[in-house]
């Protein structure tokens, strides 16, 4: 079975410092879909950033960033230039490529980040 | 277009009593789920409805059903609930094929005391 695991449960950063946040996973597919989102202190659940696992190339939205390493099961997500607005619970999540139950995401546990002014 | 909207946002039950918390979306997406958050757990699947007519369980589906009415709502029921039902509860909702991504409510805070 799929799993994913984030092993920082908090971290903290300086306003307008970069911090990465980590995530690996383990799974025997060649062909899925990783995710980040995002829930502030209203619960609301936002997407961050989605990464094809056939693309090689990192993506990237704005001031947020992934490191992709297909080899090593890692999704690292880097924000840049951080704001007082980015503190909040970070999921990563996997996806198995497909429909039915294979659309079925899996979430690790979170860490939360908190922005230090 | 709303998303997906929940009712009620928040919900207080005693012990052994029911209730139906209710979901829907406006997207014309395939596939809906129920998913429960708790402290240091991140979201654990409840059930899901990967189409119009169907439905199966998740991770964590003891104690629950669900009804997928039509396209657009689909309903989670605590029959008899119990404390360690006490969480947030996410609907969501995605168009079920490829890498789309999924749209979330903005949950039901639940307490069974």
């Known amino acids: 079975a799929q799993t994913v695991t984030q092993s920082q449960p908090e971290m903290s950063v300086q306003e307008a410092e970069t911090v990465t946040l980590s995530c690996t996973y383990d799974?025997?597919?060649?062909?899925?879909?990783l995710f980040w989102y995002k829930q502030p202190p209203s619960r609301q659940m936002i997407l961050v950033i989605r990464?094809?696992?056939?693309?090689?190339q990192n993506a990237t939205e704005n001031r947020f960033s992934v490191n992709f390493q297909k080899a090593a099961k890692s999704f690292s997500l880097k924000i840049s230039d951080s704001q007082l607005g980015d503190a909040a619970m970070y999921f990563c999540?996997?996806?198995?490529?497909?429909?039915?139950?294979?659309?079925?995401?899996?979430f690790g546990k979170g860490t939360k980040l908190s922005v230090k002014p | 277009n709303a998303g997906v909207t929940q009712t009620p946002k928040f919900q207080v039950l005693k012990t052994g009593q029911s209730m139906t918390l209710q979901c829907a979306q406006d997207?014309?997406?395939?596939?809906m789920y129920w998913y429960r958050q708790d402290p240091g757990m991140g979201l654990r699947l409840i059930y899901y409805?990967?189409?119009?007519?169907?439905?199966d369980k998740g991770e964590v589906p003891n104690g629950y059903n669900v009804s997928r009415l039509n396209k657009r709502e689909f309903s989670l029921r605590l029959e008899s609930a119990a404390p360690s039902q006490t969480s947030v509860y996410f609907c969501?909702?995605?168009?079920?094929?490829?890498?789309?991504?999924?749209?979330f409510g903005p949950g039901t805070r639940l307490t069974v005391t």
């Open positions: 969501a909702s995605t168009f079920g094929r490829m890498g789309y991504e999924q749209y």
């Open positions: 799974t025997s597919e060649s062909d899925y879909y």
């Open positions: 990464q094809e696992a056939y693309k090689q």
């Open positions: 999540a996997y996806r198995r490529r497909g429909g039915g139950s294979q659309g079925n995401l899996i």
């Open positions: 997207m014309n997406h395939n596939s």
């Open positions: 409805s990967a189409s119009e007519g169907t439905t």
